[in-house]
């Protein structure tokens, strides 16, 4: 790999995080040689995490690791994109009618990230967001089936599972999930829910991955995401306002980890299975989150206001149990370091 050409397009962090995946999975990376696979969403942050490490282990290996393709509405924006320059010299774009239309595009694996963004565009936009979740995932279908030996990584989340009550516990992959109205997981949760009944009755060979909460120098910083709100308060206001009560939770995990998981589940994962994902900050309090990112701008205040939340209990609990994940892969990255490397990692991006 070309660690300067990398570090140079994205920062000394991501470098080096992708250099250690690299380190991590290299098992899992030789099992994928000499396949062609597709990734979509690598425009994003998790698919963007994967790729990356696809096209630079590939890179490293001449050129004879695998084919990498990425899937995009605008394959043309893509490939001119400043942002998306080192991915285009190492992998190919192609358009969502193109892959869909075109039999001969045939795949050994397959990883579905793309999705609209949880907390900006399902807000606003919510039915057009459900229809771009059902038509991404009936394309991916039909590309996957095309191959009667390939495997489909899904990338779910832990809103599949709806709102909870503290006291039930954490959220488990052998927990009920009932398809039905009396679940109250909103329509990001309920278009995620929907694909992976789809991936169940489709006669096909798939792995779920249910995220939760990610941190890492791509997450982008108009995310909508506590983590970048926080961010962005420190860096401009020099200070920071929690509205609630700080005492909300969330499962965290990092992007270096977040993208070695993905690779395990992808290559070891079994089939028809799905799995929670979360690192050693998978029980973080917002308050906890506050204060970490406010140590790394010279503990700057963080005003907790204890306004009342108008949606109650619900949001409030989002905790997942990652043992079965643990079978596979251990995540290393806590939150105070989390914090840290995405912190460094926009800073070195000019972003703060």
């Known amino acids: 790999m070309s660690a300067d050409s990398l570090g140079r397009e994205f920062g000394t962090t991501i470098m080096r995080d992708v250099e250690s995946v690299i380190r991590e999975c290299r098992v899992w990376l030789e099992e994928l040689r000499g396949k062609r696979i597709l990734v979509t969403g690598a425009s994003g942050f998790v698919g963007g995490a994967v790729a990356r490490v696809l096209a630079a282990y590939s890179e490293a290996d001449d050129g004879g690791g695998f084919e990498l393709v990425l899937a995009t509405r605008s394959p043309a924006e893509m490939a001119s994109r400043p942002e998306t320059d080192w991915l285009s010299r190492r992998a190919r774009w192609i358009g969502w009618d193109t892959l869909e239309a075109d039999s001969r595009l045939v795949f050994d694996h397959v990883i579905h990230a793309a999705s609209p963004n949880a907390t900006k565009e399902f807000k606003h936009e919510p039915e057009r967001c459900v229809a771009d979740v059902a038509s991404y995932m009936n394309r991916v279908l039909t ?151 406010a140590g790394e701008f010279g503990d700057i205040p963080v005003d907790i206001l204890g306004e009342a939340d108008s949606a109650g209990t619900a949001g409030r609990y989002y905790v997942p149990v990652v043992d079965k994940l643990g079978t596979i892969y251990n995540p290393r990255v806590g939150l105070t370091q989390g914090v840290a490397k995405t912190i460094a990692g926009m800073r070195e991006r000019g972003l703060l």
């Open 143 to 293: 590309v996957v089936k095309r191959n009667e030996s390939g495997r489909l990584l899904y990338v779910s989340s832990g809103a599949v599972y709806g709102e909870r009550n503290p006291l039930d516990g954490p959220y488990r992959e052998d927990d009920e999930i009932p398809d039905d109205a009396t679940v109250h997981r909103g329509p990001y949760g309920r278009a995620k829910r929907a694909v992976e009944v789809a991936c169940g009755s489709a006669g096909i060979n798939y792995v779920v991955a249910r995220i939760f909460a990610v941190m890492g120098p791509s997450v982008a910083l108009d995310s909508g995401f506590a983590l970048t709100d926080f961010i962005w308060q420190a860096a401009f206001d020099r200070r920071i306002r929690i509205r609630g009560d700080g005492m909300t939770k969330r499962g965290y995990c990092y992007e270096s980890d977040l993208a070695a998981s993905l690779l395990g589940l992808l290559v070891e994962g079994r089939s028809g299975q799905a799995y929670n994902v979360a690192g050693p900050a998978a029980d973080t309090r917002i308050c906890e989150l506050a204060e970490c990112v």
